[in-house]
Each structure stands twice: as structure tokens, then as C-alpha cells.
């Protein structure tokens, strides 16, 4: 109480906090944002954060329903998302400007006034850009002492066009309206890997007014390389090869490729490296011919290989002996035992191994590999965008009654949630989540040397062990992609997790497990594509588990047939909405086109969801609480105001 009275030092200040609190618990909750496995493809990620995936054309349809056409509803959507394309094109064929303006701000005003009327005027207020705060508060506020409103806001609006400032006032109302429509957002992991934008899309979620982040495998790994750990690194550099992403780490983030390229060309100079080549859909010139490329693919991967060797040994408890590959190849022979059986190799060039200590990097490779470390742990830019996803992000999150994570829960056949090893200790469930978390923040905040080790090593762990619950697949077969021309190796079973959460009886263990229940309560995860192809849904266990990875990346589409799921919770509700492939922002603006297909209502509310249903209105109704002791005590005289 005497803490709180420093911040409330008399009975009408504490009296005016509950007041403006208890309006805030009446509102609408604002609007949540679920987007996972993006996957580097900077410009959908783009265009769904700026049409909040429908949010913005629903508000324009709320609005104006039929007082407009459908084209011109569509037109404006294309104003909000790109102002400044969409203006560039419409002068080009508008003879009346000025009225276009007027009457274009006319409908931004009236969108801008339904997207804030969910929020109180102080969160308005601190949205609103510097320059044009004072004027846009003055067009989307109610103001009652105003007798002629319309001849108001007419010369507002008049002054606006007349002073040469239409254009940037459209654009700020735009951003505005993009910002507002969506009060928080949530990544459920894999921002990066596969499409070549990651660096973009990491340079917009800093800037992100409200948002969490759950790591996915691919962020771990990537957080692994920042952290310096080396199998991390080059697992990192082999998948931007693969995938055909050397830009990402040569442009995007400054990491010299050279020692590894003039290695691989020094190594492999005799191999032609056929089983190592691009994958993906990205228009790359003659990749595939590429023989510098291909070198610098099987060189890294190799180094790799060892590096994951060396983990493994050092490390039993992980549990992964199966995954010591290099020695089981027979390299006279050219054959590897692997499960139980053996198999041809397709490629039996191994220049850098010694069959005797096959985990071992040959001077040159540790060169190269320590190389490439430095300029990952002293790349300012790429450790900025960790310190992003350490600050917020983490392994899980419970928020307003659902718990969101990447990929599973790791779990038995019986139903049982599976112990799992970590530096000798058994954890499960919640537990597990728990403790990996601690051990990443260890690797970049520990003062102890040993435990920083600890947390950079189980970073790859997570990334590709069988029980970590950002992978749950048994194996990662890239070792046999590589070598093996049996398809049925190359198979990753997932977890029994995926086959169990169709049970309500598992997923409410689950919610339960990180204290959730009832039935408002949900699991939402990504991590595993649904083929909507195949007639899967992303909405199980009678709604109360939404899967929402539906391909974002173009390596995904031709087997799942959408370009992703993104979920919307508002207080009506949740809403699902599948995307058409998104070509560009050019043709976005060109045709009016969004790529918005399809939404479908996972849950409706048949009364509107307020704030104070939230986990914000229960902080609330605590600090109301606290406000009413505090005058309580203020008149029984247990604490004295301090100013009258």
C-alpha cells in the first residue's frame, strides 16, 4: 500500500485510476494475430501482416457494408495495405485529385474511427504518429460540443489537401489503421530457413508494436549459431545452400562464404557433388550446374556431420547413438548399416574422413568452420534479431486461456508425456518446455562458462533430437537424402503426439498440464504442414487443437495446395483463414487482389468477448482490488495522503 500511494497519493487520483480501469475491462478484447511457420517469405508475411488476415476488410465492410461497391471496397482495402503504390497508380489515371483526396480521407476517417473504438483514447493516443497526432485525434474523436460536425471535419479535411499534405496524411491514417486493426500478434515459430527473407522478416517484428514469439526448430537453430555453437553453424550454412539462400547470409547478414567456398573447391576438387544440389522453388540460374556450389553443399555438410558426431558422443544422455552415421559406413565397400540393414551408398567420395576417427575435422575444416563462427557471433545485426527472439520469445506461451507452442508435446503411445534426458535429469511435460528454455537463456546470459556451453549444445538438440518438443520426429534423415536411394528411410515418423491430440481426453491433459481447462481453452501449434489436398483439417479434436502451418513456403504448396493458415481471435471469436499463393506486391496493387481465400469460424462467442474476460482484465481487477484497499486505507487513516 505505501509503494502503490507513491504512484496514487490521494483518494481522487486512486479514485480516477479505478474509474478508468473499469472502462477498460468493458471493452471489446482487442484483435490476436496467430501466424506460424513463415519460413522466410518476406513478402506474404508482409501483406498478411498489413491485411491482418481479413481483419482490415472486415472493418471496411463493418463500415460501409452497402454504401459502397464491392470494387471500391476492394480498392480502399489496397489503399490501406500499400498507400503509396496505390496512389502512384490512381494519378495516373484521376483527373480530380483534390476530390479524390477528400473523398479518400473521408473513408480512411470513418475506418479509423471503428478500428480505435475498441481501445481507450490513451492507447489511441500513443498509436498515433507525431507529426499528425493532434489532427487525426480531432477526426476520429466524438466531439459533443461541436453543432455542425460535417463543416468541422470539412475544413480539417480542406486544410489537409490544400496544404500539400494529403498524400503522407493518407499514408499515416493507413498505418494507423494497419496497427489498430490488430491489438497483438503471435508467431508460433520457423521464421526462418527456406525462403530467402528471414533477415526482412526480422527487421519487421522488431519494429512490431505488440507481439510473442514460440521458437520453432528453425529459429533454434539459427539462435544456436549466434551463440556460437559450431554444429549450428553449419547446419545453418548447409540448409541456406540447399535451399538456395547464400544471399540471406552473404547480403542479408554479412557472413563471408569465401574460406568455405575456396575449401570446398580445394577438398572436393576431383567430385562432382551430384547428390548435392538446390532444393526448392526459387528461380536460381544453371544452381543445379552450379559446381562451386554444389562443392561448397557436400563440404559443409560433411563438416556437419562430424560436428553433430562429436555432440552426440559427448553428450549420452541425448540418446541419439543411432545418429552416429560416419561410422557406420563401410568405406571400402561403399555400403552403411543403418537400422538394422545395409544399404549401397550413392556417393562413396569422402576426401576429408578418416575411417579410423570419422568424427574428426581435418585442420582445414576447423579453420573454415571457426572462421565462419566469428563472423556469426560478430555479426551485430544477426544479434540483434536473437536478443529479439530471446526477449520475446520462448518455448511456449499461455495467453487468454491458450496455450500456443511450435511443435508437440512429446508423449508415449500409452498417453503418457515422455521422460526425457536432460544433463541427467528426467523432465516431462511443462517440466521439459521449462527447463530447455532455461538452458537456451543460459547460452547467452550465463556468467558461468560451462553452463553457456551447455545451453549453446542443447540448442541443436532441440533441433533435431526425437524427443524435443521442437522437432518430434524420430530421426532427421538428411544423412539419407544424401546417400541412400531407399524412400522409405528418408521417412521422418513424427511423434505419437500428432495421432493423440485427436483425443479430447490428451488434449485436455495437456491444457491441463500448463494449467488451462474448460472449454475456451486451446492448443494452437505449426510446425507440421496440413495437406488440405488430402481433405486434412487444420481444426481437430472437436476444435479444441488448431494446427495452423499450412505452407507458407513455397517448397510446401505443391503438397499442401494453400499458402498457409493464419487463425484470428477477436471478441467474437476465432476465426481460421486459408491463403492463396501471394505473387507480389505490384500485382496485389494492380489487381486489388488479397489473398485472403477462405475464412472459417472456429469458435463464435454468442456474446462479445470484453477485456475483462482476458488475462489483461484479471491484472486489472487485481490493481482495482489494490486501489480499493489503498482508499480504504487512505480513510481509516493507516496511510496519509500525501498532497490535497
Not at 471503428?114 to 500513443?126: A, G, I, L, P, Q
Not at 482490488?625 to 480513510?635: Q, V
Request: hydrophobic share 35%.
Amino acid at each position: 500500500m505505501e509503494q502503490l500511494s507513491e504512484m496514487y497519493p490521494t483518494i481522487n487520483k486512486a479514485a480516477t485510476e479505478i474509474i478508468n480501469l473499469q472502462a477498460i475491462v468493458n471493452l471489446p478484447k482487442g484483435t490476436e494475430h496467430f501466424l506460424s511457420d513463415i519460413h522466410g517469405e518476406y513478402e506474404a508475411f508482409s501483406h498478411v501482416l498489413k491485411n491482418g488476415s481479413g481483419a482490415v476488410r472486415k472493418k471496411i465492410e463493418d463500415v460501409f457494408g452497402k454504401a459502397l461497391s464491392e470494387s471500391d471496397k476492394a480498392g480502399l482495402a489496397t489503399l490501406i495495405y500499400y498507400p503509396k503504390k496505390k496512389m502512384e497508380i490512381v494519378k495516373q489515371t484521376e483527373e480530380n485529385m483534390s476530390l479524390w483526396y477528400k473523398t479518400t480521407l473521408y473513408r480512411l476517417i470513418e475506418v479509423c474511427k471503428t478500428v480505435s473504438s475498441k481501445y481507450t483514447r490513451s492507447k489511441v493516443r500513443k498509436a498515433l504518429p507525431e507529426d499528425y497526432s493532434y489532427v487525426i485525434e480531432e477526426l476520429i474523436t466524438e466531439k459533443p460540443e461541436v453543432l455542425n460536425k460535417e463543416a468541422y471535419y470539412e475544413a480539417i479535411v480542406n486544410t489537409v489537401v490544400e496544404l500539400g499534405q494529403a498524400e503522407q496524411f493518407i499514408v499515416v491514417l493507413c498505418e494507423l489503421i494497419q496497427q489498430l486493426a490488430v491489438d497483438h500478434l503471435h508467431v508460433l515459430g520457423d521464421i526462418y530457413d527456406r525462403g530467402a527473407g528471414s533477415h526482412l522478416i526480422m527487421d519487421r517484428l522488431c519494429k512490431y508494436h505488440s507481439l510473442d514469439i514460440q521458437w520453432g526448430n528453425h529459429d533454434i537453430i539459427w539462435m544456436g549459431a549466434a551463440a556460437g555453437n559450431l554444429a549450428c553453424v553449419a547446419t545453418v550454412i548447409r540448409n541456406s545452400i540447399r535451399y538456395g539462400n547464400l544471399d540471406l547470409l552473404e547480403e542479408g547478414y554479412g557472413i563471408n562464404m569465401l574460406p568455405l567456398a575456396t575449401f570446398a573447391m580445394k577438398a572436393y576438387a576431383d567430385d562432382p557433388c551430384e547428390k548435392f544440389v538446390f532444393k526448392g522453388t526459387q528461380s536460381i540460374t544453371n544452381f543445379e550446374e552450379n559446381e562451386m556450389t554444389r562443392k561448397m553443399h557436400k563440404a559443409i555438410a560433411m563438416i556437419r556431420f562430424k560436428l553433430e558426431g562429436q555432440l552426440i558422443k559427448k553428450y549420452p544422455e541425448y540418446g541419439m547413438e543411432e545418429r552416429l552415421v560416419l561410422e557406420k559406413i563401410d568405406y571400402e565397400n561403399g555400403t552403411v548399416e543403418l537400422e538394422g540393414k545395409t544399404f549401397k551408398m550413392l556417393d562413396t567420395n569422402f576426401p576429408t574422413i578418416d575411417p579410423a576417427d570419422p568424427y574428426k575435422l581435418t585442420d582445414e575444416e576447423y579453420e573454415v568452420i571457426t572462421r565462419l563462427r566469428s563472423s556469426f557471433l560478430h555479426c551485430e545485426k544477426l544479434q540483434t534479431h536473437v536478443q529479439l527472439l530471446l526477449k520475446k520469445g520462448g518455448m511456449y506461451k499461455v495467453y487468454n486461456g491458450n496455450l500456443l507452442f511450435h511443435g508437440c508435446i512429446p508423449m508415449m503411445e500409452d498417453g503418457s508425456f515422455a521422460k526425457v534426458n536432460i544433463y541427467g535429469t528426467e523432465y516431462s511435460g511443462k517440466a521439459l518446455f521449462d527447463v530447455l528454455e532455461l538452458y537456451v537463456r543460459k547460452a547467452f546470459f550465463s556468467t558461468h562458462e560451462e553452463e553457456r556451453e551447455k545451453g549453446a549444445d542443447i540448442m541443436w538438440y532441440i533441433w533435431t533430437a526425437p524427443y524435443s518438443p521442437l522437432y518430434g520426429r524420430k530421426k532427421m534423415a538428411t544423412f539419407e537424402r544424401y546417400f541412400l536411394a531407399e524412400e522409405d528411410m528418408k521417412v521422418e515418423v513424427k511423434n505419437c503426439y500428432y495421432e493423440l491430440i485427436n483425443k479430447p481426453e490428451i488434449a485436455d491433459k495437456i491444457l491441463s498440464e500448463f494449467g488451462l481447462s474448460g472449454d475456451r481453452a486451446h492448443i494452437i501449434n505449426g510446425h507440421v504442414p496440413v495437406h488440405r489436398m488430402k481433405g486434412e483439417s487444420p481444426v481437430k479434436c472437436n476444435g479444441k487443437v488448431i494446427v495452423i502451418d499450412g505452407g507458407f513456403s513455397k517448397a510446401y504448396r505443391s503438397r499442401t495446395g494453400i499458402a498457409g493458415y493464419t487463425l484470428i481471435y477477436n471478441s467474437y471469436g476465432l476465426t481460421l483463414t486459408a491463403h492463396e499463393p501471394f505473387e507480389s506486391p505490384e500485382t496485389a496493387v494492380r489487381d486489388e487482389r488479397d489473398i485472403v481465400s477462405k475464412r472459417e469460424a472456429v469458435e463464435f462467442m454468442d456474446k462479445r468477448i470484453l477485456v475483462g474476460d482476458t488475462d489483461s482484465g484479471e491484472k486489472i481487477r487485481r490493481k482495482i482490488d489494490d486501489l480499493k484497499m489503498l482508499i480504504s486505507a487512505y480513510r481509516s487513516g493507516e496511510i496519509i495522503e500525501k498532497d490535497k
